[in-house]
């Protein structure tokens, strides 16, 4: 009978420390289900009350004198500050309170970085960015910023609003995605800032053919690249209606020196395109007479 309760109490301690093994380490892409479903440090605490309220108050121990914050009911934030690098850290504070992981995510994915966080499969994708070139754009860019005194105390200012919010910002508390995918946020930095500036430029700017065209070059011949894909023209129609029903097509003129004889024909074809793959941003503007406010909007 000892001996069978020896057994028992044995293969009870080993299940256990198999468990806590098993749930506490990562299996593949998966986190650890013990932290990952924890009632304490889980995702369950991301869950949000129908009656959530912002922050109160802010702890930006940087501050140089007091800052209001009104959110309004669809919780858009308005800043009153009696400086404008006070303004900034606040900026900062509530920019990482609101959307911390797309700030991470979109600075790495442009510094060619994501692979750190989800792994060979984006291994390409990082490559990519390097190769045209983004981490060294961004490091030029942050170099002619901290030239300029005003965009100088601009980044550093976010800088500590968002690191503010950061030193404050217990485990617990992370982001659903953080505990997804099980890793902590690193510190800001003026240079991730720089790294948001060119991910925004790459992504709202047209899609470029260059480095596929260039591999092409030497294989094919320019007279073949110029036939198959001919230049197209950097804008196909106007944003802004003329009163017309349709949008009044402006074909720019090109110097000839630059483009391939198909360039005329293409870019007339495109302009008259109802939906081109190249169209940029969502440009609108809305009357005051369409809003309760009386107040005219715009945005791009």
């Known amino acids: 009978m000892k001996t069978r309760a020896w057994l028992r109490l044995g293969l009870f301690v080993f299940l256990t420390l198999l468990i806590e093994v098993g749930l506490g380490r990562r299996w593949g892409k998966l986190p650890p289900l013990g932290k990952f479903f924890s009632p304490v440090e889980g995702f369950w605490r991301n869950a949000e009350p129908p009656d959530l309220k912002p922050p109160v108050e802010l702890h930006i121990p940087t501050l140089q004198d007091s800052v209001w914050v009104l959110w309004d009911e669809r919780w858009v934030p308005h800043i009153f500050a009696r400086n404008e690098a006070d303004l900034y850290r606040v900026q900062g504070y509530i920019q990482a309170y609101l959307r911390l992981w797309q700030m991470e995510v979109q600075s790495d994915a442009a510094a060619g970085r994501l692979s750190r966080i989800l792994g060979e499969a984006l291994l390409e994708n990082d490559r990519a960015m390097r190769r045209l070139g983004l981490p060294y754009a961004a490091e030029r860019a942050l170099a002619t ?33 953080y505990k997804l995918l099980d890793y902590a946020p690193e510190p800001w930095s003026p240079l991730r800032s720089a790294y948001l500036v060119k991910y925004m430029a790459y992504d709202l700017t047209v899609k470029s053919q260059d480095k596929y065209l260039t591999r092409l070059l030497s294989q094919i011949g320019k007279g073949a690249i110029d036939t198959l894909f001919p230049n ?27 483009h391939s004889t198909a360039y005329a024909e293409d870019t007339l074809v495109q302009a008259q395109e109802e939906d081109p793959y190249w169209l940029g941003s969502n440009n609108w503007a809305v009357s005051g007479k369409k809003n309760r406010f009386g107040l005219s909007a715009a945005g791009g």
């Open 145 to 177: 910023m901290m030239q300029d005194s005003i965009t100088r105390m601009i980044v550093e200012a976010f800088t500590e609003g968002v690191n503010a919010y950061l030193s404050q910002l217990r485990s617990r508390d992370y982001p659903f995605e």
């Open 232 to 258: 197209h023209a950097p804008f196909g129609h106007t944003t802004i209606l003329s009163g017309q029903v349709e949008p009044r097509h402006e074909v720019p003129p090109q110097p000839q020196a630059l």
